[in-house]
């Protein structure tokens, strides 16, 4: 009692101590949770301020990208400055040196007006006898003045066009000089046309000091021109000075803003790569939190765990208590035990003497047994003795009484009365059911004693066989015999004809004298799974062989009865036989490791089912191996039936 106080002592001390470990691991668990919700908003402010220096670097990013635009854009407008002022520069080239070859000209023109009034002074003088000529040709010149002065008004306006009028002019009047020598006879013409002319000379002459004027101010406009390209050439330079100093800022300020884009780049792969490390990290985090979650959940069910095994301690040592009392109870119930289990050995020790007995009396038995064995030996020798005898001594007899009555019949038929005859006639029949009962039962017995070789056989060739042995029987009761697909089996041979004739000779000794009769013949290979009977093993083949005929039948009671020894549905005046055969033929499907059925109906024929395995080799019991082989009959076959042909060796 005390040693089972001790030990529910030591298991509650035990839970305690377990109780307090998982507390100190709970503890543990929880400081773990603290610290690792400490590192996770840690983390979380890292990611926070790796997230603002990224919104920041790409602020800057954006912002350098503005810059790098706007420079671009300001370099732009610089080139088309500079390409414009350029323009600019070339259009006053070409315009002062317009301005200069214009200044060159009218130049020309002023000395070429001044000679031309000279001459035609001259002229006026030797043409005053061409006055009347000239009256006329002044005349035509009026008509040409007015369109001359037309034409002087448009070249007014087109000043850019002056030089090629003056071009035009020059010919003009030098074709007039030609005309003027050629007309001397028309000076009275010519003089009119000279006062016109002196008077256009005086227009000319005032238009030539107005273009005089016009040129002095077009110098002037063309130093001051000049003047202007001069300083406009000096900022085109400094302009110049200053766009190669904005290009090579602008040169530096590309390298650095690559530089800084190279650096950018690398920026933002470093943040890519922190954004995976940090995005790996809430993964692990967030695994973590739920192991965390899963550790809470099983610390909190480890607790529900100890607070029930808590209980479950005050409900054991209140258990414990009971138990005590159990004990104390069971203490004084073991005290009565050992009195009874004193009391059982003493029977026992009785129940080992006894046994020692028995064992005594079992070897003896065994000793028997032996004994017994070898008078069974003895006694299969002396039924192999007796077989012999049957088959010699004893048939010699009933042969004998079959000669003896055959002879009184022939010899002493007239001597005899008819009373005489029918009783020789009944004892010559009883001879022949004793001498056929006697050949039936040594087949019968022949059947367990006999060599059981097995030989892949035809059966369609037995079948033949006995058709042939069996031609008249067949012809008398108009037989057909119909036999197909029939397979090869793995059987004994003999054994096995005696079957297949015994089973024919049968179906046409039963046959229905109403109808002709039919029997039929076939077999097939089955899967022993795929046939509902529990004798059948599932996992083998089976050859399965079906005779079938249209005979009388039998009622299906007698379906197990009929394979019996002796065993006659009919009497015998009806039907002959010793009610063997179909004993015969069970005895040779057991020696195949086989089975037999019967199925029939009263007047409708019967069907014998036979499965054979096909499985090669088939062993023969131990009980039926006999090696008495002085005594074997080879080669002979024992045919057992009630019609003709009875007996038969082969």
């Known amino acids: 009692m005390s040693k089972q106080n001790e030990s529910n002592d030591n298991e509650l001390i035990i839970a305690r101590k377990e109780l307090a470990f998982q507390i100190k691991e709970k503890d543990k668990l929880a400081a773990e949770l603290i610290i690792a919700h400490k590192e996770l908003a840690f983390q979380k402010e890292e990611k926070r301020k790796r997230a603002a220096e990224l919104v920041i670097a790409n602020l800057e990013l954006t912002f350098q990208k503005e810059e790098k635009r706007k420079r671009a854009t300001e370099l732009g407008i610089a080139n088309i400055e500079l390409a414009f002022q350029d323009d600019e520069k ?59 002065a037309a034409e002087l008004g448009i070249a007014n306006t087109e000043k850019g066009k002056r030089a090629a009028e003056l071009g035009i002019a020059n010919k003009t009047l030098a074709f007039q000089d030609e005309e003027k020598g050629k007309r001397a006879e028309e000076l009275i013409i010519a003089n009119k046309t000279l006062a016109l002319q002196d008077e256009e000379k005086g227009k000319r002459a005032a238009e030539l000091i107005i273009a005089n004027k016009e040129l002095v101010f077009q110098n002037d406009e063309k130093e001051k021109r000049a003047a202007e390209l001069g300083i406009a050439n000096k900022e085109l330079i400094f302009q110049n000075e200053e766009k190669e100093k904005r290009a090579a800022e602008l040169g530096i300020a590309n390298k650095e803003l690559a530089f800084q884009n190279d650096e950018k780049e690398k920026r933002a792969a470093e943040l890519g790569i922190a954004n995976k490390e940090l995005a790996f990290q809430n993964d692990e985090k967030e695994k973590r939190a739920a192991e965390l979650g899963i550790a809470n959940k099983e610390l909190a069910f480890q607790n529900q765990e100890k607070e029930k095994r808590a209980a479950e301690l005050i409900i054991a040592n209140k258990e414990l208590v009971f138990q005590n009392d159990e004990k104390e109870k069971r203490a004084a119930e073991l005290i009565i035990a050992n009195k009874e289990l004193a009391f059982q050995n003493q029977e026992k020790e009785k129940r080992a003497a006894e046994l020692i007995i028995a064992n005594k009396e079992l070897v003896f038995q065994n000793e028997e047994k032996e004994k017994r064995a070898e008078e069974l030996s003895i006694a299969n020798k002396e039924l192999l003795a007796f077989t012999y005898i049957s088959s010699h001594d004893m048939q010699e007899p009933l042969r004998k009484i079959q000669t003896f ?44 004693t006999t060599d059981h070789k097995f030989e892949k056989t035809e059966l369609r060739l037995f079948v033949e066989e006995i058709k042939t042995e069996l031609k008249d029987v067949i012809q008398e009761k108009h037989a057909t015999i119909e036999s197909s697909k029939l397979c090869s089996a793995n059987i004994i041979p003999f054994q096995f004809r005696q079957l297949l004739y015994n089973l024919i000779s049968n179906a046409l000794k039963f046959s229905n004298p109403a109808v002709s009769s039919k029997i039929m013949i076939k077999s097939r290979i089955v899967k022993g799974s795929g046939l509902n009977n529990e004798k059948l093993s599932r996992e083998k083949n089976y050859c399965h062989i079906i005779i079938k005929d249209n005979g009388i039948g039998f009622e299906p009671h007698f379906s197990e009865r009929i394979f019996g020894v002796f065993q006659k549905l009919h009497n015998k005046d009806v039907y002959g036989g010793t009610g063997i055969g179909l004993a015969i033929v069970k005895k040779i499907v057991e020696n195949h490791k086989g089975i037999i059925t019967a199925t029939s109906e009263l007047n409708k024929g019967a069907t014998f089912d036979i499965y054979i395995p096909d499985d090669g080799i088939i062993l023969m019991p131990n009980d039926r191996v006999s090696k008495l082989s002085a005594n074997k009959k080879k080669g002979k076959t024992i045919v057992a039936g009630g019609g003709p042909n009875k007996f038969q060796r082969r």
């Open 405 to 448: 009555v055959s002879l009184i019949l022939e010899n002493e038929n007239r001597n005899l009365s008819d009373n005489g005859k029918y009783n020789f006639q009944r004892m010559r029949l009883a001879a022949e059911r004793m001498q056929q009962l006697i050949v039936d039962l040594l087949a019968f017995s022949r059947i367990n």
């Open 90 to 148: 070339e259009k006053r080239a070409a315009e002062l040196g317009i301005a200069n070859t214009e200044k060159g000209k009218r130049a020309a023109e002023l000395v070429i007006a001044n000679e031309e009034l000279t001459f035609q002074k001259e002229e006026k003088r030797k043409c005053v006898t061409e006055l009347g000529i000239a009256n006329i040709e002044l005349a035509f010149q009026d008509d040409e003045k007015e369109k001359r």
